[in-house]
């Protein structure tokens, strides 16, 4: 004669629904983790919302647009670059700038500067910077003052300045910051690397941890998953 088989007993129940709450459990903290460490937007990007504020007196060069060093693509050369003016004979050393909000404050983990040189650089130093400062702040300013102290100073940048690819020397400067930086408002020193022409940006990048409304977000479908276990 065939056992009758039995139920579950009480204490298999209670251990399996444990079972269910670590898996869940370890499911949203691994979730926020991933979150926290491995961001991918672009806080900076103005298809994300951000804002260009403010740029020095003498801008960009014809053709070009400042919107470009943030995700943009805009301009009638070098689309999705930005090359700074080359109107008088600048020296190196001179510093041009450019300020830009985001739709409310975030907390700047890391921020990532693309730029290029001419292909003869190191010879003339074409388009190439040698220093690059940013400023983050939680209030607006409405000229290129009262920003304080740097959060981020290059220093004099070394030569030669990245590797050579297609024609260009391209240089990455990749910065993560120690702790988050808040704020909303921002500012970048580009420091001129070449006595007659402007910098060329490629891009300029900033990323920041999840809004708590994300983490909230990760948690509450963290507790759905609980909810489902079975009882």
């Known amino acids: 004669m065939n056992a009758r088989p039995t139920k579950p007993g009480r204490g298999m129940k209670m251990q399996t629904k444990q079972t269910w709450f670590g898996v869940a459990a370890t499911m949203v903290c691994t979730m926020a983790s991933v979150a926290l460490a491995d961001v991918t937007t672009d806080a900076w990007d103005i298809n994300q919302g951000s804002e260009v504020t403010g740029i020095v007196s003498w801008g960009v060069y014809p053709g070009s647009d400042i919107r470009n060093m943030f995700g943009g693509e805009f301009g009638t050369i070098e689309v999705g670059n930005t090359v700074f003016y080359d109107a008088q004979i600048f020296s190196p050393g001179t510093v041009a700038w450019v300020s830009w909000r985001t739709p409310a404050a975030i907390e700047l983990t890391r921020f990532v500067l693309s730029v290029a040189a001419d292909g003869n650089y190191p010879t003339t130093y074409n388009r190439a910077i040698q220093g690059f400062n940013l400023y983050a702040s939680d209030i607006a300013h409405p000229f290129d003052d009262n920003w304080g102290v740097p959060v981020y100073a290059s220093g004099l940048l070394p030569t030669p300045l990245g590797t050579y690819n ?62 489902r276990a079975p009882r």
């Open 166 to 227: 297609n024609g260009l020397y391209e240089f990455t400067l990749d910065h993560t910051f120690s702790s988050p930086i808040s704020g909303q408002h921002f500012k970048a020193d580009i420091v001129y690397g070449s006595f007659v022409t402007g910098p060329r940006i490629i891009e300029l990048d900033g990323y920041a941890v999840p809004e708590p409304a994300m983490l909230s977000v990760l948690a509450l479908s963290g507790l759905a998953l609980i909810r």
